[in-house]
Each structure stands twice: as C-alpha cells, then as structure tokens.
C-alpha cells in the first residue's frame, strides 16, 4: 500500500466522500475559536464594512417583503448564519441592522439572527463573550447547533423554537460565509462535448501521518481520476439540470460542484415552504465562462485545513432552478459576494436592488479589502486626515486601528482640529467596536493611550479601566491609569494602581517614585492644614 515513503490514505474517492473533509471536520471541531489564531483566516469576512454590506441588503429585503405582503409584518423574520466561527460577523451585522431598523422607524418588527455551527466548542466561547451575551440578553441573537450534512431540526437554545415551516412564516435569511469553501464538494470535467467524475486518491509521506490523520495538509498529494458519466448523474433535476448545461457550454476544463451546499439548501427550502434569501462570500468562480479553462481542480492546502474555489455559479443555478434568481457581482480580483433567492424574485425588489447595486456590483467586501490591504502597507506615509477617512469606511475596525494605533499617536500633536475632532468622535465607536478574540490585542487600551496624548485624564481612564478586564496584569496599563488618576486629583485610586503596577514589574524606578511622591504628599497635607 505504499509508494516509495509514502502511505497511501485511500484511493478513488468520490471527492465528496473523500476523508479529506473528516480531518477538515475535525480540526475545526478540535480547534474551536482558536482556529482562527493565525490558522483560518477570519478578517475578510468578519469585519464592520461586510457585516454593513449585508445589513443593508437584509434590510431592504424586509422592506421590500413586507411592501408586498403587508400581513407577514407580524411574524418574525429569522436569519439563519452557518459556520458563524468566531462570532466578529454576528456581531458588526447585528448592531448595524438594529440600528439602521431603528434609524428606519421598523421598531415593531422582529429579527432573530440564529448563530450555527456543527461544532459545540464555538458555541461555547459565544455564550460567556462580552460583545455577543448583550445581544442575546436583548433577544436579537439565538444559537443553535446546525451541521450542513445532517438533516436534523434546529432548535434555538434559548427560545426551544424549531426553525420549520409553522416558524418561517417569511422567508428564511441564510448566511454562509467562508462555508461553502469547507462543505462537501464533487469534482467533474468536460471534453469534447462529455462529462467525467475525477475521483481522488490521497498520499503522504508516513511522517506526516498521526493515526490516521496527516499533520501537515500541504504534504499530502491529490491524484485525479477521471470516468465518463452521463449527467442525470445525481437524480436530481435541480442539479442534473446544471451537469448537462456545464456539459453543452463548457469546452475544456475541470469544475467543482458544491454537493454539500446543495444538500443543505434542499433541507433549508423544505424548512422555509422554499423560500430562502442567500448571502454568501468566499473565493470563488461567478460567471460560467470564468469556470472554463481550467486544467487542474481549485483546491488549496494550507497548515491544518484546505479550501476549494466556491462554484457560485452553480448554487445561482441551483437556486434559479428552485424558483429563484441570483446575483453575481462582475468577476473582480479577491473573494466574491454573491445573493440568490428561491421560491420568489429579485428583480422586483426595488430597495433589494438598489443596495445589490450599491454594496455587491458597487462598493463590494472584495474592493473595501484590496483597499484596507494597500493601506495596511503605506499607512505610515499617510497623514492623520487620510488616516481618519480610511477608520471611517472601515466602519472604526478595531483590528484596522491596531496597526496604525503608533502612527496615530505621533501625528495627534501637530494635527488640524477638524482632524482631530473626527478622530475623538470615531474612537468612542471603535471602542464599542471591540471584540474579544483569542491573542488579540485589546483596542480599548490603545483608545486610551489616544486620550491619554491628549491630556483628556477622564476619557484615558474610563478606557484603561474597561481594558482592565481583558488585560488584568499589564504594566503599562496599571501604570498609565494611576498616572490619569493622579491627574484627575484621586490619589487613593492612583496609589493603588502604582502599587499594583510595582508588583508586577518590581525593578520599575518611574512607578517607584510617583509611589514615593503620592505618599509624601499626603504626609505633608495634615502639616499644611496646620498651618
Ligand atoms: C472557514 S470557517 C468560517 C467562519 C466564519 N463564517 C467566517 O467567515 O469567518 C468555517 C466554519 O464553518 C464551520 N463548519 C465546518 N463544517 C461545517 C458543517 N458541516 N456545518 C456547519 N458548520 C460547519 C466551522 O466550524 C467554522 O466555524
């Protein structure tokens, strides 16, 4: 069973039921939150400017939706998000659409964002996070445990709910971003005019086996197979229908067929009486025409996981052929953003429109990204007007702001008060903007130390004492913040941040010496009332 040092994992595989996505499961079972510590990417998809994006298109949804069917304003309208991860999406989208129904006058109605993921330990780390239990506590947020490959009910763990068709009176929202890139795929190619299966086979060198799990996914090598088949391959028209176009259109190439993303749509459509809204972003093929060509399956290894280029191409289609219509934003650089419906329309949808035009053809997540990506490398050229203007399209992103917080800092000083003043107004927002992840750094902290240049003592300490709770024993924290104190003529409260300060860094001559100087004076002051 072995080629020269290799070990051979399997052998002509249907890709679908290819062992590849059991470690692919299980690593991010095993990994839970801390998978996306320098593992999983997580920014792309997980920031203000996005979860913005998709508000405003849920948004005009709901509006275009209850236009047409006045008497659904009473039922709820639930967004189910799949493979929610680390939470950051949830969050930015959920405080954005309240605030922009509150700005639209749409208090009476209500929205239930449903946070899913197969796996019970990211659940875990949503139900005790400071950005996520408010949300909960108001009755915007629920979770529950949804695996794409199983047909079973979801039940919301706070309300006991069960998402089905007495529930779903609207349509159902689903959002799924960077899934379908991790869920069950096939694999197929075309030639003069006929379809074939490439089936997998799987190697490694014995080294790189633990059990019977590769450690490295880079190290293991795909050979493709491929077998002639016809395309009623699946018995289903839905997405037979979508083999034989691929079939007839298609010249010369190798595709991917998102099997699992389909399967889990049929289960959601039986679920919501076939009435979905989708968005979706991921590295991916839009057009038909961009799938042609390709001589090799896009499928990409990386340290513990892999991913594959999402055929949106298909699940419009699969979506059209369920009564729906979708929508591709032209094929540009970068991830892709992509709405379908089924069981109803877009194209009559005006406000549903107009924001697919504006925040998916228009200013998409991929083009705000290659933007904030040039930024990122130059923003030390840049001066603080430029500066503010990029935090106030980033929607003030606390994972933005950290890289640029030093540079903010020395250009505070000799900045224009318009400036300056727009800054102040935008580092409250980030400070609310904060989300906790695994070894990331705590922005609260850096809006003081914002303040703190500033001499404003009172802001600088409300923001280092909130940091407190994330980064309880830093020294520079514990210092800064009786310095504020000090300043603001509380002393007590300053000693004992000293103090505190001392005991985690005893060699430290500065605190030592306000210890010394706060003590002094307060010896001096009963001789000085003598007086
Ligand atoms: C690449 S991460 C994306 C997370 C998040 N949506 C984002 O954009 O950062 C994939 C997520 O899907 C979850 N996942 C993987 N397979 C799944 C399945 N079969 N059903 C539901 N969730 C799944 C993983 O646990 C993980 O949270």
Redesign the pocket.
Known sequence: MTTEKNIVIEQHKRFSKSTLWRI??DY??RAGVS??VNQ?P?YI??NPFIAKSYARIFLGFMRDWMAKHPETRQHPFYIL??????G??TFYFVTALHQMMQQAGMHDVRVCHVM????RS?MQYWEKHHAIQPLVEKGWVEFAI????AERPITLVQSKTHLDHTTLINPLTVI????F???LNDLFGVREEALYELTTSLETPQDNMDGNTPIEMEKVKVHYDAKKVASEFYGDPLIDNILEKYRSELQDTVFLLPI?AFHALGFLRKLANNRLLLLSTDKGNGALHTLDGATTPPIYFHGCFFSAMVNFHAIGEYMQNAGGEYCLQTPRKGIKTAVFSCGFGLSDMGETQRALSDWVEGMSPADYFTLHRRMSDTFNECQLDTIAAHMQLAGWDPHIYMKLASRVRTLIKDTDRDTLNFMTAGMHQLAANFYDMPKTDCVLFEVGLFFHTLKNYAEAAKYYTQARHFMPENYSLSYNLGLCLHYLDNDTAALTHFRYALALNPDAKEVQEWITHIEQEKDALPLMKEE
């Open positions: 692919q499961k991010f079972d998978a996306w999983v997580f998809t997980c998000e799949i493979g929610a991860g680390s950051r999406f899913s993921d197969f796996t990211n949804y695996d794409m490959e799924g971003n960077y899934i890139d991790t869920s699992g």
